[in-house]
């Protein structure tokens, strides 16, 4: 038998849940891979503990929809499966024939994962690769063959972007029947821009993480500081760290020869391995919170001195203000926050410090966080958590008072970090050869205009497109803090895009196909050309581009001098743009019939 538990996921909408027991099955394994070496010809090592999951979980699965299946009124199945891990239990269902329609959706192919990581110009020679070869030489040719064997047996087969169903169709042998792209949860704020207010209030709290980081340096101007970040799993190439620095070395020497009053702090939030935070970090922490303290004694001293002086009716003598024992403790604090060293880099202490590819590009291209840097650099190898002593804010909190994320991966099937950024109003560069970077350049006509740049990696060299980032990058520093407010806006107008009450309607789409293909009876699809993520279009703003060439003011509200002069409107704006948004799709009724059932049009409108 089996050990099932059943009941609803602690998060939102409570969800059921079907949770199956791997390990209480596990005397099995060498039975069921017998029978998949007899069935599939597909053999499993030993020492692939995560292969070894991957056959129980499949098993069982296909046990337990043979069991539902045979209840006396079946109900019509679908199972969706997702990633290779699960993709066995699919790849049984329809060798034993089971009256189930399935999907396997692909969010990225293992093999191009790991030939991303390898350094080779993948996009460019996909149709040339051995895949065989390729998968044997890199000894995951099991999972390889688990991963083809689910797209080929699937239903329907579905990636989550159209850069990635190119990718599937050379590497897997099967071109996708749907693209089905991540959405998010969007929830809009009642308040109009609350956004923005919750950005200056994570932003100011990040200021103050950045004053006790660079205490006894902090000899730049935190109100003309940009705060740039990338996050993800610590992939150096694949997720674009490395022209990400080496672009940063370069907008340093522009801002630098520019003489520039803007100050950029880039931070690399991907995890690696650590034994402890680094003390000259927590150090800065400390000093900043005894100058806090230390300011807040003298001003409660100083207060209450001058409400004694003004209940006199008298003004009060400033030079008396303030005792010797005052001055003494302001000097003490001061003394304290002299240090020999620069700000450190890491926040913590790296196990592999020597080889470790971010530091190791650091020192190459001599980012120190010197005085003289207009670029300062901060590595924190762990997630963010708001219970941490040096950063207390979680990952949202992060994003919003951040000014720009910057994700120029290789390799990115979807990119949920930049899709984040949109629904949360942070512009993002995100490049051509991720799944969000190219569904944003099929959906809006300008969108640089709307806070989302996109670098080219497909068609250019690795120094062209460092040299396109290093461009973005100062243009960016060059917006007038008003541009950045108008272009916020934009970018969070875009949210309803990324909302999974318009992606959604693609994974109906696909559900329809699979259940007409296996019960071809009772259910009837007809394909749509919105079986590709076409959607909507945004137009290139009709008033003045966030560009630096054309921002004019530096306040967020103009004078009343310059107000005829400007040709921005906010509300007329936005009342364009959400002419422009479709209506998301509504579920079809189910009381209502099975069939026919037709996708929506191109206008939201039934066909």
């Known amino acids: 038998h089996i050990h099932v538990y059943f009941g609803r996921w602690l998060i939102e909408g409570s969800p059921y849940v079907v949770l199956i027991d791997v390990a209480f099955t596990a005397w099995n394994l060498d039975k069921w891979k017998k029978e998949l070496w007899d069935n599939f010809s597909i053999g499993v090592p030993w020492f692939d503990r995560e292969a ?202 522009l801002l630098r020869v520019n003489h520039s009053d803007v100050t950029v702090v880039a931070f690399f939030i991907m995890p690696a391995r650590t034994n402890n935070f680094n003390v000259e970090t927590l150090k800065g922490q400390a000093v900043r919170k005894q100058l806090w303290d230390t300011a807040q004694t003298v001003k409660e001293r100083f207060g209450k001195k001058l409400y004694e002086s003004l209940l006199v009716g008298q003004l009060p003598d400033v030079s008396k203000m303030l005792s010797k024992d005052d001055f003494t403790m302001m000097k003490r604090a001061i003394f304290a926050t002299q240090r020999q060293c620069q700000p450190p880099i890491c926040t913590h202490n790296m196990l592999e410090d020597s080889n470790d590819p971010i530091l190791t590009c650091i020192r190459r291209i001599g980012l120190f966080n010197s005085s003289a840097d207009r670029v300062k650099v901060i590595f924190h190898p762990e997630f963010l958590s708001s219970t941490s002593p040096l950063l207390p804010m979680d990952y949202e909190e992060f994003v919003r008072g951040c000014h720009l994320g910057v994700f120029p991966s290789y390799y990115e099937p979807w990119g949920y970090t930049p899709a984040e950024c949109t629904v949360m109003g942070i512009p993002s560069i995100s490049t051509n050869l991720s799944g969000f970077g190219c569904f944003m350049e099929e959906h809006i006509a300008d969108p640089s205009a709307y806070g989302i740049y996109i670098l080219d990696r497909r068609y250019r060299g690795v120094d062209e497109s460092c040299n396109q980032l290093t461009s973005y990058l100062f243009q960016f520093c060059q917006q007038s803090r008003r541009a950045r407010i108008i272009q916020r806006n934009r970018t969070e107008r875009l949210s309803d895009l990324l909302d999974w009450r318009y992606l959604g309607r693609y994974y109906i789409s696909a559900r329809h196909m699979a259940l007409a293909k296996a019960f071809p009876d009772t259910y009837f699809y007809q394909p749509h050309d919105s079986d590709t993520a076409q959607g909507f279009r945004y137009p290139r703003p009709a008033s003045v581009p966030p560009s630096p060439s054309l921002s004019r003011h530096s306040s967020p509200r103009q004078s009343e001098a310059e107000e005829d002069d400007d040709r921005y409107d906010e509300d007329a704006e936005a009342e364009k743009d959400r002419l422009n948004i479709r209506q998301p799709l509504t579920l079809p009724s189910k009381k209502g019939p099975a069939l026919p059932y037709t996708l929506p049009g191109a206008n939201g409108e039934r066909n």
Request: aromatic share 12%.
């Open 52 to 253: 070894n999951d991957a056959v129980l979980f499949g098993f069982l699965t296909a046990w337990l929809l043979g069991e539902v299946a045979q209840c006396e009124e079946p109900p019509h199945i679908l199972a969706h499966f997702h990633e290779w891990l699960a993709g066995l239990g699919l790849a049984l269902c329809r060798q034993r024939q089971l009256p189930v329609a399935t999907i396997f959706t692909t969010h990225a192919t293992l093999l191009g994962r790991y030939l991303c990581a390898g350094s080779v110009d993948f996009y460019n020679n996909l149709a040339d690769f051995n895949v065989d070869k390729e998968a044997g030489d890199r000894q995951i040719y099991h999972r390889y063959c688990l991963e083809r064997t689910a797209a080929r047996c699937a239903h329907v087969f579905t990636t989550v972007s159209q850069i990635t169903a190119v990718e599937a169709e050379h590497l897997l042998k099967r071109k996708p029947d749907i693209i089905t792209p991540n959405g998010l949860n969007v929830k809009k704020f009642s308040a109009m821009h609350e956004f923005q207010n919750l950005h200056a209030q994570s932003k100011n709290r990040i200021q103050e993480f950045i004053r006790g980081h660079f205490y006894g340096h902090l000899d730049f101007n935190l109100d003309k500081c940009l705060f740039l970040f990338i996050a993800g799993r610590y992939e150096f190439s694949n997720k674009g760290a490395d022209i990400f620095l080496e672009a940063l070395a370069r907008l340093n020497y």
